[in-house]
């Protein structure tokens, strides 16, 4: 049972435009997300976080949206850029389970120039 | 501050070795997480770890797998008579204890050993 989709596989976006990557979740006990941006070969870099209280987080040309009824976040890049080609992935966290991290299958970002 | 450390950062066995992977947290971190990536797969949780306490390991499979993280030296995670479903990518993380005691909900990982089971 995979408590946290991505379904989108892939999206192609032109150098400027906003790409915008979409996540959901089945598990109302999660309450913190967070987003990851992963290169071939290397380990994910932590991009931006949300907390459940939260609707928006904001940081330079990064925006994570959280829409709790729905389950439902977003991350927003504007403008894209070439060096933004990666994969990302959406990773939640439970308040009553540890510290583990729940992620998505994640979504191939390309950036055409 | 160098990051999280993981080696080697490939490693080929033979069906039937063990394999020992490597991690050494960010300078200041406390708490130690592995997790495994599967072809074209998401992350999946297998063992958090404190300094000589393990945490939680309710995604380690029960059998052939164990981890530690000593007092002294690297968090180790091993995988004994390797079989071929075991080639996959391990990651580490790791996150700082605040001053209040809380932990951060942050993970900062590692560049990942890639194993490849012949």
């Known amino acids: 049972d995979q408590q946290v989709k991505q379904n989108s596989p892939s999206l192609s976006v032109q150098e400027g435009r906003i790409s915008i990557l979409n996540c959901d979740y089945t598990n109302s006990m999660f309450d913190y997300f967070l987003w990851y941006k992963k290169y071939p070969a290397e380990g994910p870099t932590f991009l931006i976080s949300?907390?459940?209280?939260?609707d928006k987080n904001e940081d330079g040309r990064f925006t994570v949206f959280l829409n709790k009824s729905a389950k439902h976040l977003s991350l927003h890049i504007v403008p894209s850029q070439p060096g933004d080609s990666a994969v990302y992935f959406c990773a939640a966290r439970t308040n009553n389970a540890g510290n583990m991290l729940t992620f998505g299958g994640g979504t191939r970002l390309m950036v055409k120039p | 501050n160098a990051g999280v450390m993981q080696n080697p950062r490939h490693l080929v066995r033979r069906r039937g070795q063990e394999a020992r992977l490597r991690c050494s947290p960010m300078?200041?971190?406390?708490?130690v997480y592995w997790y495994r990536q599967l072809p074209e797969e998401g992350l999946k949780f297998m063992v958090y770890?404190?300094?000589?306490?393990?945490?939680?390991e309710s995604g380690m499979p029960k059998e052939r797998f164990s981890a530690e993280f000593p007092k002294e030296g690297p968090s180790i995670l091993r995988i004994q008579q390797v079989v071929r479903g075991d080639s996959a990518a391990y990651f580490c993380a790791s996150s700082p204890t605040l001053l209040s005691g809380g932990i951060t909900d942050t993970q900062y990982f590692g560049p990942g050993t890639r194993l490849t089971v012949l």
């Open positions: 300078k200041g971190h406390s708490h």
């Open positions: 770890l404190q300094k000589e306490n393990i945490i939680d």
């Open positions: 949300i907390s459940s209280i939260k």
